[in-house]
């Protein structure tokens, strides 16, 4: 099993000492005991911390790191190998962490590690002090890791490890390709560090690593990329991921702090559908777009069946399955722009043989949000319930017989960027009579006569007695809260007004609106509705919405 092993990285020993115990209460299955990040060493302090190790549950690495490997020990090589000897001959660590480079520099050292890490002894089973042998490149990701995972191996090394800087999400499969081939055969840590690499953090366990990190806190990470402990066992489910577990994941740019990963990996769980979804961070351009998901494709064992798509890739998706002879549904390609990638596997090793689809789910996320809150006024009617959708699978939403009617249903949507143009297409398939306002009128202009609406300019919107307003701008997010995308004196008539923004869930707007008694939907329902069909259209069953929106609205308050 994989193990989950937290970095200790206080300054002092008693801070490592009341961050072991917080590790043992968090459920970390390992620690490492960063001695390089002691700012002095006092033995009796040690002493003391090792006692606290060996009554520690779990495995305990003990880490002398160079600064030449991301360390911060500075002392000479003499005085490091002779303090690692010392935590070495105690009971309280299970494995010493040695650098190849350090291994390979001197017999003397390799005598005094070897002994006390019992290298020649590994098949009497001495549980005790085992060694592993590490390399690290805070630089890039070198082409040859399989290799050198090869060359370390010829050590007597219990376990090798490699940790590279990923510098793209590719990096990182890279890395995933040396862990899953050298993991087969022995055991192995192979992690790419940075943003890109947290999939290889948490795909470690899928692939049978040895193990991964987590950091115990956010600052406490002994490497750039490391998500906590907490995240990895609630947010991944790292109890959870098997080497059946299936992959999913956002792709965008920037995309860290997306809210997609916390429900959807939480709808997973719900229905105990055997996937972990991730964030993917691709660069924004066509080519890095392309290359990962092709990379991803030719790995079919890596289990990627889907990706939600945002910004700035929803035109690359489109771009994407059209080269690769995919299907695109028909409603995303008017649309212009698709948020949903399905990929199904067609057996072969290589991947030849997998097929590609793209859908738009923001549109009838959105459009199910506003039929549910029409619904709720009296206007409209509410959405019908699903069953497949204009490619033949199965979905969860309002348009299984095609748009509810809205004719005579006026509605004035604020912006012109992508939200509008599946907003403004849904509305008019519905028969709406549609307004666009944009601060850039050239945009509003071409969005309207694209799909027969009306631009007018961005000045007149206060005094626009529609039905319904849409905010489909960006105004009012976090953190501008205190912003709003029209005047108040534009509510007076009491318009439904639906604002897409979901963080905060209520929005400047929101509030004028709900206080001049404006029936309202807010942007949390169009998010969950469109995750909740990507969620279907992944797993070809019903979406837990109401588990989806309970977490995003408890991630969004704790912000
Ligand atoms: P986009 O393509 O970048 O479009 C942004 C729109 O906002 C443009 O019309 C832009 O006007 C306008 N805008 C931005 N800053 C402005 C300002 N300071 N003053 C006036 N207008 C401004 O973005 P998008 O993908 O359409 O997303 C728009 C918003 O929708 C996001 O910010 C997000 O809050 C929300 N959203 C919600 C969901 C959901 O599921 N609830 C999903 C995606 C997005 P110009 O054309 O003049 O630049």
């Known amino acids: ?4 092993c937290v970095p ?4 002092t020993c008693p801070q490592m000492e009341a961050d072991l115990a917080a590790a043992t209460a968090g459920g970390a299955d390992g620690v490492e005991l960063r001695l390089d990040y002691l700012h002095e060493w006092d033995e009796a302090a040690v002493r003391h911390l090792l006692e606290a190790a060996a009554r520690f549950p779990g495995e305990v690495i003990a880490t002398y790191r160079t600064a ?59 549980p005790r002090r085992r060694l592993i042998l590490s390399k690290h490149n805070f630089e890039n990701t070198p082409f040859d890791l399989e290799s050198t995972l090869s060359v370390l191996a010829r050590e007597p090394a219990h376990v090798v ?42 795909l470690a366990r899928k692939l049978g690593a040895f193990l991964t990190f987590a950091s115990l806190d956010a600052g406490k990470e002994s490497a750039p990329g490391q998500a906590t402990l907490d995240d990895m066992r609630r947010l991944y489910r790292w109890d959870a991921i098997g080497p059946a577990t299936q992959v999913y994941g956002v792709i965008g740019c920037p995309v860290a702090h997306s809210m997609s990963p916390a429900i959807l990996n939480a709808a997973f769980g719900e229905t105990a559908h055997d996937a972990v979804y991730l964030p993917f961070r691709v660069e924004p351009n066509y080519a890095a777009f392309a290359a990962f998901v092709d990379g991803c494709v030719a ?16 035109q690359n998706l489109l771009r994407y399955v059209e080269q690769r002879g995919g299907v695109v549904e028909p409603l995303a390609r008017r649309i212009g722009a698709a948020n949903t990638l399905c990929i199904e596997p067609g057996g072969r090793d290589d991947g030849t043989d997998t097929r590609v689809s793209a859908y738009n789910t923001d549109y009838r996320g959105a459009m199910d949000a506003l039929l549910a809150g029409l619904g709720r006024c009296g206007t409209g009617s509410p959405p019908v319930n699903s069953d497949r959708n204009d490619v033949g699978l199965r979905r969860d939403s309002a348009w299984r017989t095609g748009p509810t009617k809205l004719d005579g249903v006026s509605v004035a949507v604020l912006g012109a960027g992508g939200v509008s143009r599946a907003i403004v297409a849904g509305l008019r398939d519905c028969g709406c009579a549609v307004t666009i306002y944009n601060r850039t009128r050239e945009r509003a202009e071409a969005l309207a006569a694209e799909f027969g ?15 319904v307003v849409i905010n489909c701008t960006s105004i009012g997010m976090w953190p501008n809260v205190d912003d709003a995308p029209l005047p108040a004196e534009g509510l007076a008539h009491k318009p439904l007004v639906f604002d897409t923004v979901y963080n905060p869930i209520e929005t400047r707007l929101l509030r004028e609106a709900r206080d001049r008694g404006c029936p309202t939907v807010d942007g949390v329902a169009m998010f969950v509705g469109q995750a909740a069909a990507q969620f279907t259209l992944w797993t070809h069953r019903p979406a837990p919405t109401d588990l989806m929106r309970e977490v995003l609205a408890r991630r969004l308050a704790s912000r």
């Open 1 to 4: 099993m994989t193990r989950l």
């Open 8 to 11: 200790l990285t206080g300054t």
């Open 68 to 126: 030449a490997e991301g360390g911060h020990c500075d002392e000479s090589e003499a005085t490091r190998v002779s303090r690692l000897e010392f935590v070495g001959l105690t009971e309280a660590v299970d494995y010493l962490d040695v650098e190849y480079e350090t291994w390979r520099a001197s017999a003397n050292i390799r005598q005094k590690i070897g002994l006390v890490c019992d290298v020649d002894a590994a098949e009497t089973g001495r």
């Open 161 to 202: 490890k490699v940790a590279c800087k990923a510098n793209s999400v590719v990096d990182a499969l890279r890395v995933l390709d040396a862990l899953r081939t050298s993991a087969a055969i022995r055991p192995t840590i192979g992690l790419a560090m940075g943003e890109v690499g947290l999939m290889t953090r948490v």
């Open 299 to 314: 790995r079919p064992w890596l289990g990627l069946r889907g990706c939600s798509v945002t910004i700035p890739h929803k």
């Open 453 to 467: 609406a009306e631009a007018r300019p961005n000045d007149e919107r206060a005094g626009h007695r529609a039905d």
